[in-house]
């Protein structure tokens, strides 16, 4: 019996094909429609209204405006328009009102402090720190985003987010092209970091742009992205192993060496010399106060269920940190049961294995979801090449 005679059969095979359409549009850079940018406007409005954050209020009441007028332009079909005036009032212009007021979130005030010390004493991090403000959670390579500032001085062309965002667009456009990054600069969850002062988003674009180098067979740059990113945030570390796993998957298990050399040598050169110049100041501040282990604690208390674990329930710290050990003992088993064939499907697991981690930490953001935000939307408009060799190499071919 013919199986397209099935009614169901032929009605599971159209939706199939639909899906299979729309991710074929938006990989060549089909625009949101009116219904997406009026989700935005409204997060916006409701980051305007209720945000106890100056900053956020005023880039919420920005978008709002940005958001609302690309409802009307995608309604009357200029996509394009669209998404230009929402990336216009989401970003630029939050972004300028921002510096000018010299306003931001407390993470361009730390970069910078840091950038000062870190050419002052060699380190980055405070001796003795007693507040919230006084701690730098971040690696030391972070602190290179505010040395701009200590040495011109505090304007508007050395502010520390000018520099996280072009480090964020730069890496980005060079793992996918420039085909997405408009819209996706004008998503709210990396719009409001690019315009008040997130650190994550240059993370989440080196991890992209390492992927990207090992599904094109190009371990070292790979392992450069990588290696950087590392030195950045602790958020950027799964990601070698990911990457590396990637390589082996495509039978370049000489590639993966050299990439995981790589990584590992520009992490521990960014790294170590300041962690073994001062060992207790690094720990107190990059391993303690993110792990809740300080006097001082985090003010990161978004209610994803590890928080709420946490403060909810006795003993749920240790009940959201069990969760949190399975569930990425689940995704590392993962990579060995089912290794994955492609840099998107690679970033694909990450994004997973992140967004766990995300939901089952006791102290968390929403920010945080910029992540696998980033890393999704690269997976998906991103056209996996490999180049001759490695192709080969995937079909069995000898070396």
């Not at 674990?309 to 710290?317: E, I, K, N, Y």
């Not at 049961?337 to 992140?354: D, M, N």
Request: with cysteine; proline share 8%.
């Amino acid at each position: 019996m013919d199986a397209t005679a099935d009614p169901a059969t032929a009605a599971r095979t159209a939706v199939i094909a639909r899906r299979g359409t729309r991710a074929e549009r938006f990989r060549q850079g089909a625009l949101p429609g009116a219904g997406v940018w009026a989700g935005c406007a409204a997060a916006a409005l409701l980051l305007a209204l209720g945000s106890g954050i100056a900053p956020h209020r005023i880039w919420g009441a920005s978008a709002t405006v940005g958001y609302t007028g690309a409802v009307w332009a995608a309604a009357h079909g200029r996509r394009r328009a669209a998404a230009a005036v929402a990336a216009g009032f989401a970003v630029v212009l939050p972004l300028l009102v921002l510096i000018l007021m010299d306003r931001a979130q407390l993470e361009v005030e730390v970069v910078a402090r840091s950038a000062n010390s870190l050419l002052a004493t060699g380190s980055p991090y405070a001796p003795d720190p007693v507040a919230v403000a006084d701690f730098d959670p971040y690696l030391p390579g972070m602190a290179v985003f505010g040395i701009p500032q200590a040495l011109l001085g505090a304007g508007p062309l050395t502010d520390p987010r000018l520099w996280t965002g072009a480090a964020f667009l730069g890496a980005f456009a060079l793992s996918a092209g420039r085909s997405r990054l408009h819209v996706l600069a004008a998503c709210p969850v990396v719009a409001l970091p690019l315009a008040v002062g997130g650190v994550d988003l240059p993370v989440a674009a080196l991890m992209c742009l390492g992927l990207s180098s090992a599904g094109r067979g190009r371990p070292v740059s790979a392992g450069l992205a990588t290696g950087l990113a590392a030195a950045l945030k602790w958020t950027a570390w799964p990601a070698l192993p990911v990457t590396v796993v990637l390589l082996v998957s495509m039978r370049q298990r000489r590639a993966a060496l050299r990439c995981t050399l790589v990584a590992m040598s520009i992490t521990a050169a960014l790294v170590l010399p300041v962690a073994l110049r001062d060992p207790s100041s690094f720990a107190a501040h990059v391993v303690a106060y993110p792990l809740g282990l300080t006097d001082v604690l985090s003010p990161a208390a978004s209610p994803f269920p590890g928080h709420l674990l946490a403060t909810g329930l006795p003993g749920g710290r240790t009940v959201a940190l069990v969760l949190l050990v399975c569930c990425v003992l689940a995704v590392a088993g993962s990579l060995f049961v089912r290794p994955p064939g492609t840099a998107s499907a690679a970033a694909l697991r990450l994004a997973l294995g992140l967004c766990l981690a995300i939901a089952l930490m006791p102290t968390t953001r929403f920010g945080y979801l910029v992540y696998p935000v980033v890393l999704a939307v690269w997976a998906v408009s991103h056209r996996d090449e490999a180049p001759h060799g490695a192709a080969a190499r995937l079909q069995g071919a000898p070396r």
